[in-house]
């Protein structure tokens, strides 16, 4: 399928000029659709490495609709696809799965060529499955992962009932919220689970945020507040997520960023309370990048260390607005895939924070999945060589929610 015919508008262009950019060479790319209908593909969430180590083969759900929320009795269907052909084989399926953010598939870091990790449902309860995709021989855990460590030990774990309950988008159909009448439960919150033995831990409660932010905003008092969003740093020793709460018509959501030592120690503020703090990465060990607002109305993509108020945005002039931001293996080339305004479509971005050259890779039109909780977001996630993106999006011609993959090169 020609880029074309997946309807990328307007002038592919590169960004080398402004008032920060120094000017660097940009890759030539080359975009396909990688999967095909007349039943939809797609990942599902940004950050996360779709390809096994080889590269031969990404993972991804398979669907017959994407017109309604799926109901518990609704499976998704979890396969391989053939890196070259675009072949989708079954291996397996889960009932705990969204259109945003998929089943959290993830190739097991101790067994990346064969080994998978995602959310389902077992004996009524959200779970987590560690499946060999060569043998089929399955192990349960006790809870659902909502992040994995690098080394491949650890999983961060969110009560998906109470996402359900609070922001469905990002909830699973069914499942319950233990306690639906609590704004803050202390028994709630980032629980830290041992991959291995499936020993699981509160790390950081919900009541302990909830009773730090509130002392400088009584505004949320009695609102019911969640988590959301959790993520390692690269070298697995610290995490960060979101603490939300909906304040009601005409204010919407409210967010903070945290980040805590894996056994929720030196907890942070990072992005204040009311920033307006949406999507992120880490850099490395202790920078972040974030979307917010730091000093305006106007959404930027800002780099900053943990735990200092060192904000600097970057690419001022060519990465406007909210986006999937996440980085390279190289850290310094990040994508990114704003909103076009006033437009039913999203940019795909690539940037090099060092360099401060930018490139346009396309505008796709989602039409009307383009918002709402079926909304199909790019979600742009990286191949584990640096070399190759790959992304959600609705093909024209079918109408259909599919793979496409950026192949970047790079040579001079």
Avoid at 120 to 130: E, H, K, N, T, Y
Avoid at 300 to 317: E, S, W
């Amino acid at each position: 399928m020609t880029l074309s015919s997946v309807a990328a508008i307007g002038a592919v262009s590169a960004y080398a000029g402004g008032s920060d950019s120094q000017g660097a060479n940009t890759p030539r790319f080359s975009i396909r659709t990688l999967t095909a209908g007349p039943k939809h593909h797609f990942f599902g969430y940004y950050g996360i490495s779709p390809w096994n180590q080889s590269g031969c083969a990404l993972v991804c759900l398979e669907t017959d609709f994407q017109d309604h929320m799926p109901s518990p009795e609704q499976p998704a269907s979890i396969g391989l696809v053939d890196a070259k052909t675009g072949q989708f084989t079954k291996i397996s399926e889960t009932r705990a799965w969204n259109f945003q953010q998929g089943a959290m598939l993830h190739w097991d870091p101790r067994n990346p060529e064969r080994g998978i990790l995602f959310n389902d449902r077992w004996d009524g309860r959200i779970v987590s499955v560690a499946l060999d995709v060569r043998s089929s021989q399955k192990r349960y855990l006790p809870r659902p992962i909502s992040a994995v460590s690098h080394n491949g030990k650890h999983a961060l774990s969110l009560t998906y009932g109470r996402l359900r309950r609070l922001r469905p988008v990002v909830g699973y159909p069914g499942a319950k919220d233990p306690n639906p009448k609590s704004p803050a439960p202390d028994n709630d919150g980032v629980f830290l689970m041992d991959l291995t033995t499936g020993k699981t831990q509160l790390v950081v409660s919900i009541a302990k945020v909830y009773r730090r932010l509130l002392k400088a905003h009584p505004e949320l008092r009695r609102r019911h507040m969640w988590f959301n969003h959790t993520v390692f740093n690269r070298d697995d020793t610290r995490f960060l997520f979101l603490a939300r709460a909906n304040l009601g018509r005409g204010v919407g959501r409210r967010s903070a960023m945290f980040t805590a030592n894996l056994d929720g120690s030196d907890l942070r503020e990072v992005v204040p309370y009311g920033k307006r703090v949406s999507h992120f990465d880490w850099r490395g060990t202790t920078q972040i990048l974030a979307t917010f607002k730091p000093d305006s109305n106007e959404t930027k993509h800002v780099l900053f260390t943990d735990g200092r108020n060192d904000y600097r945005q970057i690419g001022r002039g060519f990465l406007v607005g909210d986006g999937h931001c996440t980085f390279g293996p190289d850290r310094n080339w990040l994508v990114t895939d704003p909103k076009v305004p006033r437009s039913k479509a999203r940019l795909l971005q690539i940037y090099n924070i060092e360099t401060k050259a930018g490139l346009v890779l396309g505008t796709f039109p989602l039409g009307k999945y383009h918002t709402g909780d079926l909304r199909c977001d790019l979600h742009p996630r990286w191949k584990r060589t640096g070399d190759a993106i790959c992304f959600d999006a609705i093909e024209t011609a079918s109408g259909t929610r599919q793979l496409h993959v950026v192949e970047l090169d790079f040579s001079d």
